[in-house]
């Protein structure tokens, strides 16, 4: 069946420093890759849509140069959440997507910041 | 744009009684599919139903849905709900092609004895 691995699950950084995520689509190849964060109380905030072999698509309120995204292959994208501060705080997902209209979601990456 | 409206909030239910969570949309697509995703305590959510066809009841685990396109739903309902269905429950719609999920704001159900 087809997982969706996300590493690390939870991570802690001090404000203004940097931390990578990482997204492994296994048993399935990914078309493409959606990074989302789940703040506290809120829905799901998508970042940016990655395609292979395509421009990535941030969505307004996020930027590359805030959160760069390398996306080499059909299973596997990282996402760098640059100069992290107090509102950067949540839950990211990564939702890899397949031709029939699937989504499916990775456990997710906890970022605390201090 | 296209949106997704939600029963917004707590519902709370019985245990062994129904629950229906609604959910609206609007889209300028033709081409969409709707689904609903689970999400338990501390895990990431996982996709509970799907479906693109007019009419036509999904069903899984007991959950069921029927996407009308006359009304602009996709309403999710339990016959009897049981307490490991307390959780947040989402309602999405994809544009054709690789666009966008739309997520409403969630709906937490929480199931008491």
């Known amino acids: 069946g087809a997982l969706v691995y996300q590493y690390p699950r939870r991570t802690i950084c001090k404000s203004g420093t940097s931390m990578r995520m990482e997204c492994q689509a296994v048993g399935f190849q990914a078309t493409s890759v959606a990074w989302y964060r789940q703040s506290p109380q809120k829905t799901f905030e998508l970042i940016a849509l990655?395609?292979?072999?395509?421009?990535?698509?941030?969505e307004q309120n996020f930027t590359q140069e805030k959160f760069p995204i390398s996306h080499p292959n059909l299973s596997f994208s990282s996402m760098t959440v640059l100069n992290a501060y107090l509102e950067d705080r949540g839950l990211y997902l990564c939702?890899?997507?397949?031709?029939?209209?699937?989504?499916?979601f990775g456990p997710g990456t906890r970022l605390t910041v201090l | 744009g296209d949106s997704v409206t939600q029963t917004e909030g707590l519902v709370t239910v019985t245990e062994g009684l129904p629950v229906m969570l609604n959910c609206t949309y609007q889209?300028?697509?033709?081409?969409?599919?709707f689904f609903w995703y689970v999400q338990y305590l501390n895990e990431a959510p996982k996709l509970l139903l799907r479906s693109s066809t007019d009419n036509k009841r999904t069903e899984h685990q007991g959950f069921h849905a029927t996407l009308h396109k006359s009304s602009s739903s996709f309403h999710l309902q339990k016959s009897s709900v049981q307490l490991s269905d307390s959780a947040l429950y989402y309602c999405a719609l994809r544009e054709g092609g690789y666009q966008n999920f739309y997520f409403g704001k969630g709906t937490s159900l929480t199931v008491i004895p």
């Open positions: 889209t300028a697509y033709s081409d969409v599919a």
């Open positions: 990655s395609t292979v072999n395509s421009a990535i698509k941030y």
């Open positions: 939702g890899a997507r397949v031709l029939d209209y699937e989504q499916y």
